[in-house]
């Protein structure tokens, strides 16, 4: 039992699509291909957020001095072309340097795959310009001078005049087998404050993995709060069925000993909870109360019968308890025939679900019975 409790404290909840899949699936070759040749598949979005809007980002007197040297015709259409103003007061050397930083420090990630952002552009430009550094005003002038199709591709997606933002994106190799999608998560907006100095009001990560991510930590939460609901509801129904509270107690005890089974069992093994095994708990117990009620009714009738909890037990046992056996290995193979299945987590569902079966089977005709001789809760007449 320990052992069990335990386990339930290891559980954790982790989502890998490329996972669902068997390895000579061909939706599990094509995303391992994207993976290893295409930079990953689940995109993430680092969204940095500067501060100085419209006052800081005027260029330097030595940037200024350097416009005059440039020919009238680029000085003329910069100071007068309205978009050119805009630009020229965004690209500083101060935020191309933290787009760079972060954009290095996320490629640094071994769970990352590729990533873009106006820095990948910046690194092509300085590639050409003989490896030297772009200042403010020859950022502007490029971006000024660039094909418009070549601003809507390798520019405008990664940057926001308007809100003065940047997007880095990067994709997630989610073949990768140790990773932990919250703990990554948890790493970057860790490493964002404290290793490169952001502010936390300065960065937003979003994108499909917060997605995700705050789906199944939502569904973790809620599978708390259901089972609560469905352990009340089902002591509820027989407080009005059995008219005992004792009875109540003794017959949800099966139920809830099958279900905190099979989550430590998957805690223990470090299988993750995700949106099938999540469910696993709840139909568990809806499936097994039947067994509990069967058998409790039918010991108040042998009881009331017999007047002997000893002689009650066996005839339980003998009828009753024959039903609730076959039931059980019906519904136990019923669940076992989903291991054919190609989806992965449809096998573990399955696998799980029946072995959940089976507990509640042994405990309904093994523990159920030991209780009530225990506290004997019928009363004799």
């Known amino acids: 039992m320990f052992l069990t409790i335990f386990g ?40 940095i957020k500067f501060s100085d809007i419209k006052t800081t980002n005027k260029l330097t007197s030595d940037e200024s001095s350097q416009s005059l040297s440039i020919d009238d015709e ?36 071994p ?42 591709m390798a520019v405008e997606p990664y940057i926001s005049f308007e809100e003065n933002e940047a997007r ?22 860790f490493d964002m404050e404290n290793k490169l100095g952001f502010e936390k009001d300065s960065f937003i990560l979003t994108g499909i993995l917060i997605l995700y991510n705050n789906m199944l930590q939502s569904l973790f939460d809620s599978q708390i709060l259901s089972l609560g609901f469905v352990m009340l509801g089902i002591g509820l129904m027989f407080m009005i069925l059995f008219q005992s509270w004792l009875l109540s107690v003794i017959g949800i005890i099966p139920n ?14 470090k299988l993750p909870l995700d949106m099938m095994t999540i469910t696993i708990a709840a139909i568990t117990i809806g499936i097994a109360v039947d067994n509990s009620i069967h058998y409790i009714y039918r010991f108040r009738e042998e009881f009331n019968k017999t007047k002997n909890y000893e002689k009650a037990l066996y005839m339980s046992h003998d ?19 989903l291991i054919l299945s190609n989806f992965i987590p449809t096998i573990i569902f399955g696998l799980l679900t029946g072995l959940a079966m089976f507990i509640a089977l042994l405990a309904v005709l093994t523990l159920l019975p030991k209780l009530i001789i225990s506290f004997k809760p019928f009363e004799k007449k």
Do not use: C
């Open 8 to 47: 339930i404290t290891q559980l954790k909840v982790e989502n890998s699509f490329i996972n669902y899949f068997k390895s000579d699936t061909e939706i599990y070759k094509g995303m391992k291909q994207i993976d290893d040749k295409l930079g990953g598949t689940t995109p993430l979005d680092v969204i």
């Open 74 to 109: 680029f000085g003329e259409d910069l100071l007068n072309d309205d978009e050119s103003d805009v630009s020229s007061d965004w690209f500083t050397v101060g935020k191309i340097n933290q787009i760079k930083l972060v954009h290095n420090y996320l490629e640094s990630l």
């Open 111 to 152: 769970e990352v795959g590729k990533v873009l952002s106006l820095a990948s552009t910046i690194k092509v430009a300085e590639q050409i310009n003989d490896g030297k550094e772009l200042d403010s005003l020859e950022m502007a002038l490029l971006y000024k001078r660039a094909p418009k199709k070549i601003k809507e």
């Open 168 to 189: 880095i994106n990067i994709r997630i190799l989610d073949s990768k087998k140790d990773l932990r999608r919250k703990e990554f998560i948890e790493k970057i907006n």
């Open 256 to 269: 809830l000993l099958a279900a905190i089974f099979v989550l430590g069992l998957m805690g223990l093994i």
């Open 319 to 337: 009828s009753i308890g024959r039903a609730i056996f076959f039931t059980s290995i019906t519904i136990i193979f019923g669940f076992s025939i």
